[in-house]
Nanobody, 122 residues
Framework: QVQLVESGGGLVQAGGSLRLSCVAS???????MGWFRQTPGKEREFVAA????????YYADSVEGRFTISKDNAKNTIYLQMNSLMPEDTAVYYC????????????????WGQGTQVTVSS
């Protein structure tokens, strides 16, 4: 099973930017990839997804126009560029891998990273 490790989280002021990275232990070319986030007491929430071969991207309405997901198959890495951050973006962010072309449903993902904390101060 492919292992995933996220990095890049931290504390940032509202309006700032962060770039999250997720490195996989194996090739990701044939997998759809996604980012989710979770706050205490709430279910894991879809943020963004990129299709198996990287041709299509999908975003939650709450992050559309501010976040960008990308995939570097040569580095077995996906990224989440987050701009114009808001306090409501504060959460633990998880990357995930699916055998499907793409998905925005957490239950359709097969492997998950350990998460990275993003905190946006007002």
């Amino acid at each position: 099973q492919v292992q995933l490790v996220e990095s890049g989280g931290g504390l940032v002021q509202a309006g700032g930017s962060l770039r999250l990275s997720c490195v996989a232990s194996g090739g990701i070319f044939n997998y759809g990839m996604g980012w989710f986030r979770q706050t205490p007491g709430k279910e894991r929430e879809f943020v963004a997804a990129i299709s198996r071969f990287g041709g299509n991207t999908y975003y939650a309405d709450s992050v559309e126009g501010r976040f960008t997901i990308s995939k570097d198959n040569a580095k077995n890495t996906i990224y989440l560029q987050m701009n114009s951050l808001m306090p409501e973006d504060t959460a633990v962010y998880y990357c995930a891998l699916t055998a499907l072309v793409a998905s925005f449903k957490a239950q359709e993902y097969d492997s998950w990273g350990q998460g990275t904390q993003v905190t946006v101060s007002s």
